[in-house]
């Protein structure tokens, strides 16, 4: 008994700290509040004791009692469509929306992290069961660092080349070098603009990377990155000054305008180039054969 309970302990320690470090919260990371902070600790420890619990289980053995794991994992799809719910009633409030595609991968992302902590604390019960405590020190560092590393994805900066570009007007027409942005009118608006408004070009660097920038949920997403880091000085009614990413029809790449709180064009550059590539956004076009002839 003493045996299992060594186990198990160590196994939840192990899918616990996973858990905990795996829960970012930044400028782009749901929760940013205590409260929902505490949502998934709790539920991440719950998750911790269902891995470690199943070795003594099997070890037993009791084989009914592993059962519980296939309840486990209807439980965290709960958990995705609550975050989803949860972030598509907050977008209602937005001047600057994350988009639903965002929504969803971060959905997705806390369902996975779930069963990473459950993985993580099965393989510390196991080596503890097999090895000894002592051993729980070497299995849960692997193991945490392998969740951390199966979680971070691709970015920007992986995908495309982000360079300055000019803010100008040709009549009405807002431009960023090339891309035709929107239509302004108002003589002051065009003042302001010129004055405050920043511009960057997004260059894909292969075909796979321009599917994904043509995507838009995508350009959303960085947009919305930008906006939160930098501010923005759009406001309800008000779309003269809304931040905007559009595409140059025959290139491909895209132009990205905004009238930032905190006007650094490095700065900006540098964050657009840390944005995540979405899931729902990825192209992979260059991976089939069709894909792969029509570039050449």
């Not at 192990?14 to 940013?32: K, V």
């Not at 592993?66 to 609550?82: C, E, G, K, P, S």
């Not at 405590?133 to 660092?145: E, L, N, V």
């Amino acid at each position: 008994m003493d045996n299992y309970l060594i186990v198990i302990v160590c196994g939840i320690v192990a899918g616990f700290l996973a858990r905990w470090i795996t829960l970012r919260s930044d400028y782009r990371h749901y929760p940013t509040y205590p409260h929902g902070q505490l949502v998934h600790l709790a539920v991440g420890f719950i998750a911790a004791s269902l891995g470690a619990v199943a070795v003594p289980a099997i070890m037993k053995p009791d084989f009914v009692a592993v059962t519980f794991l296939v309840l486990a994992a209807q439980q965290f799809r709960d958990i995705r469509n609550m975050e989803r719910e949860t972030l598509t009633r907050l977008e209602e409030t937005k001047l600057i929306r994350r988009g639903t595609d965002y929504i969803e991968g971060i959905a997705r992302v806390f369902e996975a992290r779930n069963y990473l902590v459950i993985i993580t604390a099965l393989i510390t019960s196991l080596v503890v069961y097999r090895w000894g405590w002592p051993f729980a020190f070497i299995a849960g560092p692997i193991c945490i660092f392998l969740s951390t590393l199966l979680m971070s994805g691709q970015r920007l900066g992986d995908i495309a080349e982000v360079v300055p570009g000019k803010v100008h007007f040709q009549g009405s027409l807002l431009m960023v070098e090339d891309v035709i942005i929107m239509n302004v009118a108002l003589p002051q608006t065009k003042e302001k603009i010129l004055k405050e408004g920043m511009g960057v070009l997004i260059k894909p660097k292969n075909d796979d990377a321009r599917l994904t920038l043509d995507a838009p949920g995508q350009r959303q997403a960085i947009i919305h990155d930008v906006v939160s880091i930098l501010g923005s000085k759009v406001d309800i009614a008000e779309p003269d000054l809304m931040p905007l990413a559009r595409k140059q029809v025959d290139k491909g790449y895209l132009g990205l305008f905004i009238v930032a709180n905190e006007p650094d064009l490095d700065y900006l550059m540098e964050i657009i180039r840390k944005i995540p590539v979405l899931e729902s956004a990825r192209g992979t076009a260059l991976k089939s054969y069709f894909g792969r002839k029509a570039a050449d």
